[in-house]
């Protein structure tokens, strides 16, 4: 099975290629390093100290040349995407290589545009060379349970699979539409576009995809040498909430809980997106099919995340607070949330339940880094309003 | 009132913009000229001979030298928005300043990415500058009717308002959830993208916007003099379906129905797409509403209106036969069709009903042109898969 990985730099991305490489895929990959020049200019750095790109191709020992730095999302890069295609051969493409952050998105108008047009031409650029050079490898596409927002209803995997009842007409059935999407961010607009075009692509030219709605992802990689350890982000653009937590409780800072703190999301340890991935991989959809995976182990409320973080610290002989502060987001801080996500585990998904497990052994990781923590990254600085 | 129009160059745009004036509202508008210049590419020209820029500056009568050619979808120009806003203080904004053709946007990668490109980033563009310079003044947008596709169900007005019966969870309420789209081209969902754009900047900037959802407009404008005429397209990309029927009904050219002619839209005069967007000038939605307007007079097969247009031509002496050609799209052919559109009724649109005569006026104004038809760019080139 060949892998061909687009954002292989990223904390996923660099994570999935070490794992399949373990398991005996081949892998390949490109990546702008876009990522690295991001956290360097909001004035943050990976917690843990990660190899040059240079050497990271040296370990990977995968990439051909043409497979390093190539920007998916500049228009004049098509050739060059279906060339890696053509010369690669792969049989299965995970699409990482996207700008991941709401905040980022949310700084001002220019980041917006960035945001979007990048991620939506980027992904366009890819069905494009797809259909020109691939048209039957598997695209799976890295996406966001945050396309949903908070509906107050249940949230089904993907595509309404019901009845309507409205009040001009009675019951209509729902004829696989996709489930109304309430993004809270441009960046996670985002993702809603590249799911609509996705969608299109797959009925016009026959593509195959999974369409994976990934919860919040939290953790290290497995790694057995200083080497193979991905990046980890905490500051407040590219950190997610329980490693933004994590390194908080190690320098004593009040954990930073946005406005009332009942937003509740699904999370996943890092581990268990690569299990989920790779199950994604050994199992791909039917051709022509468009097939949505919500990605998660189980939700949590920001309030309840916090006290973990706090319970696992004190065992650990930290100190911790909690700080609630002015939630910078537009967003329902108590809300209904339930959304389906049984076709993973039907697949074979067996998740980490011992979440509290997952959040100590975390935070001894991160102890040995602990000087690198910049603390000025940590409070939020981009608002919604 | 004073309205201020984006892509007053167009067809709809110069129309509307004269209408106005006609009626004492006050308006200025932007545009970059860049339908003049596809449909040149294209290898077509406006079928109606149009003033030139300068000449449509002077008969308007109220540019301002920076309200003239602003590309909107230029990061670099959201300074210039905010000038144009900030010295023009509309009441109103209409947004008719995007690439409007299904097949353009299908021609290749390239196509699609400037498409999709310079639609979002046009209009987050005047999202933001509206944000940071006059949050309460009043957009319209237009969208299409395609955004909703071809869904098999009733089609609400914008939200769905009603009750979701799933099988997994039996009854939940939707709560003034978006209605699912499924557009069919890039450039269709371009306007889906939009769409989700406007919504979130309503719900956290409090913007006010009505997002137009309208059928496929034929006619000419009202014209008191050769200069007030607007354009007229009738090639493969930029023509519309009755505007192309028309003109091929005048040099005898066979109707190019698209497969099997059972493809239903809803359709209006432009006089009426007039009537309706003033409607909606005078009658803005609340401070931080959202609201969708679905507008059209009625819907009509392909099939249809080619039978009305071969009925028009015989009685104005015209002999038209119909060709079905290989559809160049992928589309239902025939399908279920039934879209709400009560609103506009309800604030006062009284649509023109005598289609027949509108299209017997229309081939009868257009056979002045008839020595200017070029008949190379009537049948279709690009095709969907």
């Known amino acids: 099975m060949r892998v061909l990985i687009l954002g292989i730099d990223g904390y996923i991305g660099h994570s999935l290629a070490l794992h399949l490489l373990k398991k005996g895929y081949k892998v390949g990959g490109i990546d702008d390093f876009s990522r690295r020049r991001r956290v360097t200019e909001v004035g943050s750095n990976s917690l843990t100290p ?47 290589a996207e700008m991941p952050s709401a905040p980022w998105s949310m700084m001002d108008a220019l980041h917006s545009f960035i945001t979007q047009s990048e991620n939506i031409v980027g992904t366009l650029s890819l069905l494009w060379a797809m ?3 691939c048209p039957t490898v598997h695209l799976i596409k890295l996406g966001t349970m945050g396309e949903y927002g908070t509906p107050e209803l249940d949230i089904p995997e993907g595509m309404i699979d019901g009845c309507l009842i409205s009040k001009d007409y009675g019951p209509c059935p729902l004829d696989r539409l996709p489930f109304p999407r309430s993004a809270g961010s441009f960046y996670h607009l ?6 609509h075009n996705i ?39 590219f950190g997610t909430v329980v490693n933004r937590f994590c390194v908080q409780s190690l320098i004593g800072h009040p954990l930073t809980i946005y406005g009332a703190g009942g937003q509740t999301r699904g999370y996943l340890p890092l581990k268990d997106s690569l299990q989920c991935l790779t199950i994604a991989i050994d199992n791909p959809p039917s051709p022509g099919e468009y097939r949505t995976l919500n990605q998660f182990e189980s939700t949590y409320s920001v309030n309840s995340l916090a006290k973990l973080v706090t319970e696992c610290a ?33 697949l ?31 409070l939020p600085k981009t608002k919604w309003r």
């Open 50 to 96: 990660i190899a040059s790109e240079v050497d990271r191709d040296n370990l990977l020992g995968t990439f051909n040349d043409f497979l390093g730095r190539t920007r998916l999302y500049l228009p004049g890069k098509l050739e060059a995407v279906k060339t890696i295609l053509r010369h690669y051969e792969p049989d299965t493409i995970v699409h990482l």
């Open 131 to 133: 259909k020109e050079v």
């Open 190 to 195: 985002s993702k809603v576009h590249d799911t």
């Open 199 to 237: 969608i299109f692509a797959c009925k016009i030219w026959g593509l195959c995809s999974t369409d994976i709605m990934q919860g919040v992802v939290f953790g290290l990689n497995e790694y057995s040498s200083p080497e193979e350890i991905t990046r980890f982000d905490y500051d407040e653009y």
């Open 314 to 346: 004190l065992d650990l002989g930290l100190k911790v607070d909690s700080g609630p502060i002015d939630n910078p987001r537009v967003e329902a801080e108590k809300h209904y949330y339930n959304p389906v996500h049984q076709k993973l585990f039907k």
């Open 348 to 378: 074979g998904y067996v998740p980490t339940t011992d979440i509290k497990g997952e959040i100590t052994k975390l935070i001894g990781q991160l102890d040995a880094f602990k000087s690198r923590i910049r603390p000025n990254v940590i």
